[in-house]
């Protein structure tokens, strides 16, 4: 195996020669589990931690490794390894990090496209995956949607779900397929390019971990049953873990995720929400909510059935989740500052004191 395979390319060799990382050997996280990580490399696999510089200097999570990242390692024994720098990301798929306000968690990184996969059997919702759709499109990622499962339903009720999404959201394709019987494996290989990387989005129980273990043609990811009682999915994969592929492909298989929160993500509402933001430059006032404003295009359109209903809800909560988040990390910045320079005023005080 080369690093080639593993997705590296001239850019990432140009940015080692830049910064003198030469004396050090390049690999990939491909697994990460309470900052403890696995880099691989063109020879073998290190388990590796971060040198304490890296740590001191980080500003917040997202300054730590994540699978997908590209490292500069040094071996310190035969399987261990010390990360020295995270080379630059191409992508970054994030979330907000679960019960921190104003905090975000990196999903995965370098990712080209993204497989956003649901079950067609239980807990089927659009505006889940317009969520999912709005994080990949906030980090540049092309969006695949898989419906998978679909030997648990007939086709009629196949048929009527695939309108309705494809109703609700336009130019993404959409793959139905099935773990069990394999229809539709061959369409999602289609997507899969040697060297690329890919991911997976979803819920627990949705078949992630399953479909790994089918497009990779071995048994890598422990995959379990769906509760009976709840009818809910069971977190099996607990971390991230990255696969090469057959056929040249990279996949990186995540946790299911129950909460899938927006961080600063304008640019991927305004194109997952696209028919919105183009309506609302025909609203009466600039600063249009779109929710009690007079001659708002948006809420006509609502009421003519030309927006669906649902879709324009679900905008509205992301539209206040993003503004949310992105008014604590502005108070955080304050309070950082306005602590800055009291630590400042104080070491002055004491040098006229002294």
Same mark, same amino acid.
């Not at 403890?36 to 304490?52: C, F, W």
């Not at 089927?124 to 990949?136: A, D, G, K, W």
């Not at 696209?274 to 249009?288: A, G, P, V, Y």
């Not at 988040?325 to 004491?350: H, L, S």
């Given at each position: 195996?080369?690093?080639?395979?593993?997705?590296? =390319?001239?850019?990432?060799?140009?940015? +080692? !020669?830049?910064?003198?990382?030469?004396?050090?050997?390049?690999?990939?996280?491909?697994?990460?589990?309470?900052?403890?990580?696995?880099?691989?490399?063109?020879? !073998?696999?290190?388990?590796?931690?971060?040198?304490?510089?890296?740590?001191?200097?980080?500003?917040?999570?997202?300054?730590?490794?994540?699978?997908?990242?590209?490292?500069?390692?040094?071996?310190?024994?035969?399987?261990?390894?010390?990360?020295?720098?995270?080379?630059?990301?191409?992508? /970054?798929?994030?979330?907000?990090? @679960?019960?921190?306000?104003?905090?975000? #968690?990196?999903?995965?990184?370098?990712?080209?496209?993204?497989?956003?996969? #649901?079950?067609?059997?239980?807990?089927?919702?659009?505006?889940?995956?317009?969520?999912?759709?709005?994080? %990949?499109?906030?980090?540049?990622?092309?969006? @695949?949607?898989?419906? $998978?499962?679909?030997?648990?339903?007939?086709?009629?009720?196949?048929?009527?779900?695939?309108?309705?999404? #494809?109703?609700?959201?336009?130019? /993404?394709?959409?793959?139905?397929?099935?773990?069990?019987?394999?229809?539709?494996?061959?369409?999602?290989?289609?997507?899969?390019?040697?060297?690329?990387?890919? %991911?997976?989005?979803?819920?627990?129980? @949705?078949?992630?971990?399953?479909?790994?273990?089918?497009?990779?043609?071995?048994?890598?990811?422990?995959?379990?049953?769906?509760?009976?009682?709840?009818?809910?999915?069971?977190h099996v994969t607990s971390h991230r873990e990255l696969l090469i592929l057959?056929?040249?492909?990279?996949?990186?298989? $995540?946790?299911?995720? +129950?909460?899938?929160?927006?961080?600063?993500?304008?640019?991927?509402? !305004? $194109?997952?929400?696209?028919?919105?933001?183009?309506?609302?430059?025909? %609203?009466?006032?600039?600063?249009?909510?779109?929710?009690?404003?007079?001659? %708002?295009?948006?809420?006509?359109?609502?009421?003519?059935?030309?927006?669906?209903?649902?879709?324009?809800?679900?905008?509205?909560?992301?539209?206040?989740?993003?503004?949310?988040?992105?008014?604590?990390?502005?108070?955080?910045?304050?309070?950082?500052?306005?602590?800055?320079?009291?630590?400042? =005023?104080?070491?002055?005080?004491?040098? !006229?004191?002294?």
């Open positions: 195996m080369t690093l080639e395979d593993l997705g590296y =390319n001239s850019e990432l060799e140009n940015y +080692r !020669k830049e910064k003198n990382l030469d004396s050090f050997a390049v690999g990939r996280v491909i697994s990460e589990h309470k900052e403890r990580y696995i880099v691989k490399t063109d020879e !073998k696999e290190y388990g590796s931690e971060i040198i304490g510089n890296l740590r001191f200097t980080a500003k917040d999570r997202t300054d730590f490794p994540a699978v997908g990242d590209w490292v500069a390692i040094s071996e310190y024994n035969d399987n261990n390894a010390l990360i020295h720098a995270i080379f630059p990301r191409k992508t /970054v798929i994030e979330r907000q990090a @679960v019960g921190k306000h104003g905090e975000k #968690q990196i999903i995965a990184t370098n990712i080209d496209c993204a497989f956003i996969v #649901q079950a067609v059997d239980r807990d089927f919702n659009i505006s889940r995956i317009e969520r999912y759709l709005t994080i %990949c499109y906030t980090s540049n990622v092309a969006p @695949v949607i898989i419906l $998978n499962k679909i030997d648990l339903i007939g086709e009629a009720e196949l048929k009527e779900l695939v309108t309705k999404v #494809q109703q609700r959201i336009k130019q /993404v394709p959409v793959i139905t397929m099935s773990n069990e019987n394999m229809e539709g494996i061959e369409k999602v290989n289609e997507y899969i390019k040697k060297g690329e990387t890919y %991911c997976l989005l979803g819920s627990s129980g @949705v078949g992630k971990s399953t479909l790994s273990n089918n497009l990779s043609r071995k048994s890598v990811m422990k995959t379990d049953t769906i509760s009976t009682s709840t009818n809910k999915g069971r057959e056929n040249g492909g990279i996949l990186i298989d $995540n946790p299911g995720m +129950r909460e899938v929160g927006i961080t600063d993500s304008e640019s991927g509402l !305004k $194109n997952t929400f696209d028919t919105i933001m183009n309506l609302s430059r025909k %609203c009466r006032f600039k600063d249009c909510t779109h929710t009690i404003e007079i001659d %708002c295009a948006v809420i006509s359109a609502v009421e003519d059935g030309e927006i669906d209903r649902s879709s324009y809800e679900n905008y509205l909560k992301m539209e206040r989740e993003k503004e949310h988040f992105e008014t604590t990390v502005a108070e955080k910045r304050k309070k950082d500052k306005n602590f800055g320079k009291m630590i400042k =005023n104080y070491k002055k005080q004491n040098l !006229k004191n002294n």
